[in-house]
């Protein structure tokens, strides 16, 4: 089982700065890749920003230079850093990871998320 705990989110006036963390723990035996995902009330959820293992980033065209993440592979972890917020950027962001995981004796490749963490920015 492979668990991912969110943490950083909150309310912020636009044009402010959040980071959010994600930390997997778990039975993981290697990342492939760990990112962010959001979901704004009445939209589809959406890949914002990520990082692979061998440092390929992506940042959504709509967040590009403003929302970036960063993984570090030792620590299991994922960051967002987020600068020059706005309103539109308010959802609940989710951590995702795509790592090999062992269960049940066997390894195979899954997708995992975390629990969510609101990010409100006022206007």
């Known amino acids: 089982q492979v668990t991912l705990v969110e943490s950083g989110g909150g309310l912020v006036q636009a044009g402010g700065s959040l980071n959010l963390s994600c930390e997997a723990s778990?039975?993981?035996?290697?990342?492939?890749?760990m990112g962010w995902y959001r979901q704004a009330p009445g939209k589809q959820r959406e890949l914002v920003a990520s990082?692979?293992?061998?440092?390929?980033?992506y940042s959504a065209d709509s967040v590009k230079g403003r929302l970036t993440a960063s993984m570090d592979k030792a620590k299991k972890s994922v960051y967002l850093q987020m600068n020059s917020l706005k309103s539109e950027d308010t959802a609940v962001y989710y951590c995702n990871a795509d790592v090999l995981a062992e269960f049940s004796g066997k390894v195979k490749q899954q997708e995992f998320w975390g629990q969510g963490t609101q990010v409100t920015v006022s206007s």
């Open positions: 778990g039975s993981i035996v290697n990342i492939n890749a």
């Open positions: 990082e692979t293992v061998t440092h390929i980033t």
